[in-house]
């Protein structure tokens, strides 16, 4: 059997370092915008296509399409939606098409497109994603959105919980899996503490999002793997 092997890439920035090719990326951006995508197909949204441009989603919404519009964590105007996962999960989106655009994550996703396959991953369906991976049998890049090019704490120790998760079953060479598993292991009792002095949880706490970094460090709450299938997110 061939060595299945887990890299971190810690900024998309990076990515020109990582071959994606005949592996699968998990992309995560843990606040928030894969959060609200996990939260968003767990709660009954039928799709949601992730783009890189406001143009782009402004077109899809011409097309009958629900969308979902974030720049420097504010709603964009003219979208119904944010990047709040608690308005992902309105009962009024079950069975909808949504198009989102958001800072980080769907550029990240964008981005990932070498891949042989796209997850997306959040600490809320962070088990869920580990068994996925397992079963795939398929070599892994952890691709982290951080923010604007720079390193985000949050995503980077969803990358070390899910390194930590894979270890006995995945070989890596890269420090970025053993700093980020580390980290992971300094700060699981209390993620949310830890992570109250990091760069996006200020900019989001400023903004009033305290409800939303809460439930976005959740750990376990839906059992989905969202993937991306022909340019829309859907659930495996
Ligand atoms: O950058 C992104 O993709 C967003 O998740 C940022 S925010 O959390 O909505 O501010």
């Not at 939260?39 to 406001?54: E, K, Q, R």
């Not at 899996?177 to 109250?196: C, P, S």
Request: net charge neutral; aromatic share 6%; with cysteine.
């Amino acid at each position: 059997m061939n060595e299945l092997t887990l890299e971190i890439c810690l900024s998309p920035e990076l990515l020109h370092l990582y071959n994606l090719e005949g592996k699968t990326a998990v992309v995560v951006d843990v606040l928030r915008a894969t959060s609200c995508i996990v939260a968003g197909l767990a709660c009954g949204i039928a799709s949601i296509t992730p783009v890189a441009s406001l143009e782009e989603a402004r077109v899809l919404m011409a097309a009958g399409y629900i969308g979902a519009g974030e720049r420097e964590g504010k709603q964009v105007e003219g979208f119904p939606l944010g990047n709040s996962p608690f308005s992902y999960m309105q009962p009024c989106l079950k069975g909808k098409k949504v198009v989102t655009t958001t800072t980080n994550g769907t550029q990240a996703i964008q981005r990932s497109l070498a891949a042989s396959e796209i997850v997306i991953g959040a600490f809320l369906n962070l088990s869920a994603v580990a068994t996925y991976l397992l079963q795939r049998s398929r070599s892994a890049v952890v691709i982290c959105a951080g923010w604007r090019g720079k390193v985000n704490l949050e995503d980077t120790l969803l990358a070390g919980a899910l390194a930590h998760k894979l270890e006995n079953f995945f070989t890596w060479k890269d420090d970025s899996v053993l700093a980020a598993k580390a980290l992971y292991a300094h700060m699981r009792a209390d993620l949310h503490e830890h992570l109250k002095s990091s760069s996006h949880y200020q900019r989001l706490a400023h903004l009033g999002a305290q409800q939303d970094l809460h439930f976005c460090l959740e750990i376990d709450r839906f059992h989905v793997v969202p993937i991306l299938a022909n340019g829309e997110i859907i659930l495996a």
